[in-house]
């Protein structure tokens, strides 16, 4: 028998009444490492709580079928005895940590003290944990104190130091940085080779593929597509199912559909590949003539009256932790995208653009005026900030609510109210759920919903912080398409993001913080490619940008379709 079976299994929320998962069956082997992925909504959280026991044990509602763990049936099996064998890393970490413990080691240990094991092994095996996801230096910060990119490394952590036979991840990656991302798969990936069985649910296709051994695409509750990644993935992209294909796989197969390279070797997954594929072909010629550059604005400019200003901002914390040093610059339109490391400053320069925050030294002004000489209420006005957890920010019993509370609050008259909430719940695709409570929702619909709220207040300013964690193929592409039209009305738009291929699309203008200081300041051409510089904060370059450089072009790619560009124009010479 395998080490998990899942028989026809049909599940309904009890608030729902179409089924989240369909006519299942599938089996997982002991010492798998399977990846799990689909659009926003599919069922994949689902899936995960099936496996944990969670389903039908926590969340309740219409069940069928069969699910066994280790042989144990988890209809027949508590929570508690499933935990010893399976660790769960929920897809929001916010809603994983305790809220109980002081410091970052008190929260890695709490599970063990509550498994009764021995003091002297409780530290060594938390210790350990928080070493395995680089946090060895944060161990007496407050759980509260730490990022969002923190607060999900910690969360992985308290599952690692219970060493559980099974670890389920959702979403692990979704809130760091490209490194951690890095550090987090190559641990997730030393405990897969330790014999660990591990099922990881991602929209990170660019890892996830490399990684693991199987993945699985679930669609409306039933599997899609079931098999080995590339092979999967290629699949998906014939149908142009969308998923986030990398880059460099849809590169290559774009370019083997042309005839342009042979359709032989296995299909890159990595840069590294894509570069040995393709730089066998050595007559591309001119990037640069091939591609339009330079630092022309992809949009309009906002008005100057609403120039946001930093003058020397610092900001340090109650507890000494000093998040911004000396930050000046003035942000004049467009979409600027903020990048860095977690714990690099960014969620605390975006509350500084609300007055959320005020300066500890320096000023931030909006308009012209200190944001101190603003009441909260006078700033919301000017500036809407979308939280990077949208629980933090949803209360009402809908969606149209939620998306109406901020109109409503900031003198708009009904007739203008109504406008803006259809159109802000149009662009967010959200008119499918404009009835539900937003509560009820998926993470990447909740974020949608957090923004539709905010957008809806008609700001000159917009603040996205992390708006495009979580999402499918059609939400970042509505979050793109967002990002235009706002600028396009003439409003500045800020994204602070760990999304640079987002940002290569979209932004005007990136900004890379290190250490609450400013690093580089530029168009993003010319930030991304400063590889090394980046690197000190963590951040790589989109996947074609430094395909680009492996290749010797030129210049600097910021899509697949600029070294599309260049193949087509070599071939046309």
Request: hydrophobic content about 40%.
């Amino acid at each position: 028998m395998s080490l998990i079976e899942i028989e026809d299994l049909t599940f309904s929320y009890a608030s729902q009444h179409e089924p989240a998962l369909r006519n299942l069956s599938c089996s997982i082997e002991q010492g798998s490492f399977v990846g799990i992925t689909g659009l926003a909504e599919a069922g994949k959280s689902s899936f995960c709580r099936l496996i944990s026991g969670y389903i039908p044990h926590f969340f309740h509602g219409e069940f069928s079928g069969t699910v066994s763990v280790a042989g144990k049936d988890t209809k027949e099996t508590t929570i508690g005895e499933l935990a010893e064998r399976v660790g769960f890393v929920f897809e929001n970490p916010f809603d994983q940590l305790t809220g109980a413990s002081l410091t970052v080691l008190e929260e890695a240990a709490f599970a063990l003290e509550n498994m009764g094991l021995a003091r002297e092994e409780i530290r060594p095996r938390a210790e350990k944990s928080l070493s395995q996801v680089g946090m060895e230096d944060l161990t007496d910060r407050h759980p509260q104190q730490l990022s969002g990119g923190q607060s999900q490394r910690l969360a992985l952590a308290s599952v690692l130091a219970v060493q559980p036979e099974i670890f389920i991840l959702d979403e692990p990656t979704s809130q760091l940085d490209p490194l951690g991302v890095e550090e987090v798969f190559d641990v997730i990936s030393e405990m897969h080779r330790s014999g660990y069985t591990v099922i990881v649910v991602s929209q990170d296709l660019d890892h996830l593929a490399v990684h693991s051994d199987r993945l699985i695409v679930i669609d409306k509750g039933e599997i899609k597509w079931d098999g080995e990644p590339r092979k999967v993935l290629l699949q998906a992209a014939e149908a142009r199912y969308p998923i986030l294909i990398p880059d460099v796989l849809e590169i290559s197969r774009k370019l083997r559909a042309a005839g342009r390279i042979p359709s032989s070797p296995p299909a890159p997954l990595t840069v590294e590949q894509a570069a040995t594929e393709l730089y066998s072909i050595n007559t591309l010629g001119s990037a640069a003539d091939a591609i339009a550059t330079g630092k022309t604005s992809r949009h309009s400019k906002a008005d100057s009256s609403k120039q946001l200003v930093f003058e020397d901002v610092h900001y340090d914390y109650p507890t000494g932790v000093s998040a911004i040093r000396g930050v000046s610059l003035s942000l004049d339109g467009g979409c600027v995208c903020i990048v860095g490391q977690n714990g690099a400053g960014k969620t605390t320069f975006a509350k500084h653009l609300n007055g959320l925050l005020r300066p500890t030294r320096g000023r931030v002004l909006v308009g012209g005026k200190d944001t101190r000489e603003y009441r909260i209420a006078e700033l919301a006005r000017e500036v809407g900030l979308a939280f990077q957890n949208p629980d933090d920010q949803l209360f009402r019993s809908t969606v149209e609510e939620e998306v109406r509370f901020g109109p409503d609050n900031v003198g708009a008259s009904p007739e203008e109210a109504k406008r803006l909430v259809t159109s802000a719940i149009d662009l967010m695709g959200l008119e499918a759920v404009r009835e539900k409570k937003p509560h009820d929702l998926g993470l990447s619909e909740r974020k949608r919903v957090a923004t539709a709220s905010v957008i809806a207040m008609n700001t000159p300013v917009v603040v996205l912080d992390e708006p495009t964690g979580g999402q499918d193929a059609e939400g970042i592409e509505l979050l793109g398409h967002l990002v235009g039209h706002l600028v396009q009305q003439g409003k500045l738009v800020v994204v602070v993001t760990h999304d640079v291929k987002f940002a290569a699309r979209h932004a005007d203008r990136v900004i890379a913080l290190h250490q609450g200081r400013v690093l580089l300041d530029d168009d993003p051409r010319t930030v991304f490619a400063r590889e090394e510089a980046l690197a000190l904060t963590h951040v790589e370059p989109p996947a074609v940008t430094r395909l680009g450089k492996m290749l010797e072009l030129d210049e600097t790619l910021l899509s697949p379709e600029e070294l599309l560009a260049v193949f087509a124009r070599a071939e046309d010479s």
